[in-house]
């Protein structure tokens, strides 16, 4: 079975903190991603990595940053948490490979900023 | 760029009853469809995926989605709801030209009722 794990299901944290949320995938998959959850928005991809140390912008990075120095781990940063990043986040791995295109999740970590 | 929209933010169904989810895409060239649930608190579940071929594709649990390329939907069904199945669902959309990024709906609520 393909696991996504991420590092805490449930984290709470002060404004002006720094945060990191840790993914890691068992399927050597080359693509990663983070969305925010807000409820009546769907999924917003903040940030995705195709390789190691390679990254792209998603539709809302602002306040966000990543980190991919391996395949399998894949680190979100909120380098000064704010009350508007309260939010569920998901983390996802997908192979780019034909007939095998459907992303996989994690079971997400509910994060607050107070 | 791709979109995805559920007209939809909740569906309410008596148990034993057909249960539909609608979905409608747009995405340049030949898209990659999905469908995942979420239960609460946790992440997504892969639930089935149209790649190519027969436009009727069977997933877990029961549900099926229809394909329909002319009027760009791909419409999620279950024969009979159980009310097990009440839960969030997320259709989502995948260009096969990206680098493996998904564009998600906005999620539509289930309700199954006894």
């Given amino acids: 079975d393909v696991k996504v794990t991420q590092s805490s299901r449930y984290l709470v944290k002060r404004t002006g903190e720094k945060v990191f949320l840790e993914c890691v995938q068992d399927m050597d998959h080359e693509n990663m991603f983070w969305y925010r959850q807000d409820p009546g928005l769907g999924l917003r991809l903040i940030y995705f990595s195709y390789d190691v140390k390679m990254k792209e912008k998603g539709d809302i990075p602002e306040g966000y940053s990543v980190s991919r120095e391996k395949k399998e781990r894949f680190s979100l940063i909120l380098e000064s948490a704010s009350t508007n990043q309260t939010s569920m986040y998901l983390c996802a791995s997908t192979s780019p490979a034909e007939g095998r295109a459907e992303a996989f999740f994690g079971q997400g970590t509910r994060l607050t900023v107070v | ?114």
């Fill in chain 2, 1 to 114: 760029a791709q979109s995805v929209a559920q007209p939809e933010d909740q569906v309410n169904v008596a148990e034993g009853n057909p249960l539909t989810v609608k979905c409608t895409y747009s995405v340049s060239g030949n898209p990659y469809l999905f469908w995942y649930v979420q239960y609460p608190n946790r992440g997504l579940q892969f639930l089935l995926k149209y790649i190519t071929g027969d436009n009727l594709v069977k997933g877990s649990y029961g549900f099926e989605a229809e394909f329909n390329k002319s009027q760009t939907s791909f419409h999620l069904k279950k024969p009979s709801a159980l009310v097990s199945d009440s839960a969030l669902y997320f259709c989502a959309v995948r260009a096969t030209d990206s680098w493996g990024k998904f564009q998600f709906g906005a999620g539509t609520q289930v309700v199954v009722t006894p």
